[in-house]
C-alpha cells in the first residue's frame, strides 16, 4: 500500500496550490480520501472529506469557500485545490484514505508567507 502526497511548497498570502495524493495497493474507488493537516503545536485536524463516489464533501469551516477536493478513481489520486492562501493555512497537509483499513500519507509541507 502507498499513499504519497506532492504539490506542497511556499506560496504568498493570497496564492494558490494544488495538492495531489497518488494511491496504490487498495482498492481506492470505495475508500473515502480525506485530507487532514497540522500545524505545529497544534493537533492534526480534519481539512476536507469526500466519498467513495465523489459526491459528498466536508469542509472545516476555516477552508469553506476556499479549498476544493476532487477525485480521479481512475488515476487512484485525490486532489485538494488550495486557494485564497492565509499564512494561518500553513501546515503539514496529509492524505488519509479510510474503509476496511485507514491510510496515510507521510505529509507535504505548505508554507504560506510573503
Known amino acids: 500500500v502507498r499513499v504519497v502526497e506532492s504539490g506542497g511548497g511556499l506560496v504568498q498570502p493570497g496564492g494558490s496550490l494544488r495538492l495531489s495524493c497518488a494511491a496504490s495497493g487498495f482498492t481506492f474507488s470505495s475508500y473515502v480520501m480525506s485530507w487532514y493537516r497540522q500545524a505545529p503545536g497544534k493537533e492534526r485536524e480534519l481539512v476536507a472529506t469526500?466519498?467513495?463516489?465523489?459526491?459528498?464533501?466536508r469542509y472545516a469551516d476555516s477552508v469553506k469557500g476556499r479549498f476544493t477536493i476532487s477525485r480521479d478513481n481512475a488515476k487512484n489520486t485525490v486532489y485538494l485545490q488550495m486557494n485564497s492562501l492565509k499564512p494561518e493555512d500553513t501546515a503539514v497537509y496529509y492524505c488519509?484514505?479510510?474503509?476496511?483499513?485507514?491510510?496515510w500519507g507521510q505529509g507535504t509541507q505548505v508554507t504560506v508567507s510573503s
Open positions: 469526500l466519498s467513495s463516489g465523489g459526491v459528498s464533501t
Open positions: 488519509r484514505a479510510s474503509y476496511i483499513r485507514t491510510y
